[in-house]
């Protein structure tokens, strides 16, 4: 059974990154002791004195001694009270004796066995009725003998420091085979980096053997009082055996997620196997079922497809071929699937669990297999995940390898409009999806396609006219191409196909323009993963180990899936249900409900799109008289373009005059502002940088030309696209409200920095593009290194103190380590990294990759530690630095940022329209907090957040944010990279239910 531990937190404010200090919980660290000769047998289950319920972690400055005299280092709890080294234990009343004291006054139990395991007096002369003595002068404990008569001649262990790190040095946290390293892995070896952790021992019901070990931050603020957290540990999933598979048609990503269930199956203890080629190599058996180890997964993070093959099976479609699948899967034990694929493969291997036991009570009669292993591998578990480029299954915001098709499709658009550009020519790209519009859809967002065309919703009738005449008027605007973009499966009202072809020879017939047509085709699933996909299949496939570790025999079969930025557990059938619901809808003309089936963010870009895609004539524009002003505030990032375009065209369609400030508060007191309108932003989402010009200038020296400026220019609202200078500004400007009335208007702020270090925001714009030039960069210098052999690479990456460019970084293009601000690490990190490393050279493996943030520490710099790692891998490996620096900054735009900045921008000018209406005829002056705010993603909700609020959630001196996300996924890169780590698994484990409005 997978063994999970829970710890509770206590009460206590957070303290900051260096004051925060920690318990944390070890049922032990001996547990290979227990199956060496002359180990201890474990006591039984029952015994008493065993600790069977969860421990309650306290601060670390209450963390004493137990009262009985039990080290904190023992192995068992206090024999009389059951307190695991604190006072009381939940669920319990408090023991009589109090925290701290000498004595313990609680009368134990008959027969409860002492402290150092030995056998109690009246139990090594047993007497009917008899209880053992207690005239022990230590702490109260019973004589006993070792095992004659007379007091135990153990004495009294004295306490141990509550600042280990300071006294005994950090726990070795070697990586997995490796030697034992000395530091606390804060780059890459070990549970947590948190400073003065205390360890606290207890032991688990029914052994003497400890089975994992836990860290928790009792002090952080970040988790609520008094919640349960629970942690999954190294080879608590002994004695499994897991397959994976792929199947169906390929995506990139695919890879990535079978390296993840592989590591973290090996990493939990279990048994993995290939099935190459899918339900047909599960059928087929032999040579078709492998068993996979650690290195047959490295190398495959940056290669599309999938390494273990995938085909269609019509052998699996029978019962027949479904008993041989069963009969090999037997063979080696294997009771768990995680299978890889579309609704198709996922329905299949319901099926198959649902058949499991028919299919083992067949094979028995068939003498094939006996009672025994009937009875023994009696449950199959199953789960899934999702690997499809159309991104056509519900439940799920994405599909493992959707982003790394719209990668492709917006290379070859960005490629397309140079030419047509040069030629005045219009270009009809189709690309996949027969029975999902989702590549169309964000595509045409992303590059700003004149028209589209969908499965979910046709156009209407009429629409020939109504295309020419849209294509004619941005001609006469002086545009000098039009892209249209068609769904494979794209049909009209009547359900009839509207083809690439029909389209073009409409627009010659029509308009006489020069048209060509370009069918993308397997191109789309083709070429190296992006970061995101990267990262999104090796969440996916970790959680998926965890589902099947947790699986009881009443589990349905689950599909991982990801909401918002949350990784959730869906009911398989239930999905699989819903998108056949999509397709009746389509097949039926319901239009409107295959729309909302699909989920509220396809209806979002929908509409989005059709906002920003058509405008209005004048005269159908309500005006408000109002003025709203854009600006760009800070270093430079990708996307930023795409949402000052998204605002202006949303801002003019709801009837706003907008206007353009120029290089940030700079410009802005100089009075540089311009009236921008619908034509002036036309080709903007391809475009990196800040095409209005930005600038790391603060508004507070220049308060008074500011509020000039708004008085002349008549401003009613800001939106200010930027990062943390933004943040700040948007600051100041709020606390200047009672000296200026000028400012007394919305403002809301708009995340977009390569660092991702605004507050009130999992994302910002510009962050995703960074993330793949790391990405690549990294999958070149590992092809490099690859080839001169025993080469390490330290690679230094921006972000200021903010991690998130190194760690996720690191998790996308599977590097060793990544050494970050958020976590302190010192010379034994450094050193155990090393060792790390020393032992990855004798492998196959024989490269390495380290990502450093920039700030991440101020002695240990780039130049220190590839001074190091040369030093001390003299030898072994020799080692190269790389600062990345300002290319991080440049590039096209991703289509995830163009796609978040067309959204987030749109529904911040959403946001203003909204509060001028409220102020609309009484001449409001908004002096409200809730009329300053960022908007920003945090897990599953877009939401608005008072600056005032945000103060109390930002580390002004650092310029991050007290919370952030991703460090939660610092252990998952560690454990891929072979390390030991605890993986916060709290938020996993509940089945939710599908909703299509939840998004």
Known sequence: MCVFQYVELASGAGRGRAERTAARV??????????????????????????????LALPANDVTPPPCGVPSSGRCPCPTCGAPVISRAPNQSPPAHPRGSRTCDAAPPAGTPPTCGAIPASAASPTAGAAPTYDDPRVGAPAHTRPGPGPCPKPRPRPRPRSLSRTLGPRPSPPIGAGAGRGRGLGGGSESGARGRVPIAYCAPGRAAPLCLLAMDADDSRAPKG????????????????????????????????????????????????????????????????????????SILQVGGTIIGSARCQAFRTREGRLKAACNLLQRGITNLCVIGGDGSLTGANLFRKEWSGLLEELARNGQIDKEAVQKYAYLNVVGMVGSIDNDFCGTDMTIGTDSALHRIIEVVDAIMTTAQSHQRTFVLEVMGRHCGYLALVSALACGADWVFLPESPPEEGWEEQMCVKLSENRARKKRLNIIIVAEGAIDTQNKPITSEKIKELVVTQLGYDTRVTILGHVQRGGTPSAFDRILASRMGVEAVIALLEATPDTPACVVSLNGNHAVRLPLMECVQMTQDVQKAMDERRFQDAVRLRGRSFAGNLNTYKRLAIKLPDDQIPKTNCNVAVINVGAPAAGMNAAVRSAVRVGIADGHRMLAIY???????????????????????????????????????YLEEIATQMRTHSINALLIIGGFEAYLGLLELSAAREKHEEFCVPMVMVPATVSNNVPGSDFSIGADTALNTITDTCDRIKQSASGTKRRVFIIETMGGYCGYL???GGLAAGADAAYIFEEPFDIRDLQSNVEHL?????????????????????????????????????????????????????????????????????????WITAKLKEARGRGKKFTTDDSVCVLGISKRNVIFQPVAELKKQTDFEHRIPKEQWWLKLRPLMKILAKYKASYDVSDSGQLEHVQPWSV
Not at 848 to 870: A, K, P, W
Not at 883 to 903: C, E, I, W, Y
């Open 663 to 701: 290089d940030g508060f700079d410009g802005f007191a100089k009075g540089q502002i311009k009236e921008i309108g619908w034509t002036d932003v036309g080709g903007w989402t391809g475009q990196g940088g800040s095409i209005l010009g930005t600038k790391r200038v603060l508004p507070g020296k």
């Open 227 to 298: 919640s349960l957290r629970k942690f999954l540990e190294h080879l608590s999933g002994a004695g499994k055996a897991i397959g994976v598979l792929t199947s169906g048609g390929d995506a990139q990503g695919m890879n990535a997620a079978v390296r993840a269930v592989v590591r973290m199956g090996i990493y939990v203890g279990a048994k993995v196997y290939f099935i190459y080629e899918g339900y047909q190599g599960m059928v087929d058996g032999g040579s078709n079922i492998a068993e996979a180890d650690w290195e047959s997964v490295s």
């Open 838 to 910: 020393t032992e990855k050279m004798k492998t196959t493996i024989q490269r390495g990759l380290v990502l450093r943030n920039e700030s991440c520490s101020e002695n240990y710099t780039t130049d220190f530690i590839y001074q190091l790692y040369s030093e001390e891998g003299k030898g072994v490996f020799d080692c190269r630095k790389n600062v990345l620096g300002h290319m991080q900054q440049g590039g096209a735009p991703s289509p995830f940022d163009r796609n978040f900045g067309t959204k987030i921008s749109a529904r911040a000018m959403e």
């Open 806 to 808: 190194a760690n996720m």
């Open 26 to 55: 070890s049922v032990g660290r001996e547990s290979r002791s227990a199956s060496q000769p002359g180990a201890r047998p474990p006591p039984p289950r029952d015994a008493p004195g065993v600790l069977s319920r969860p421990a």
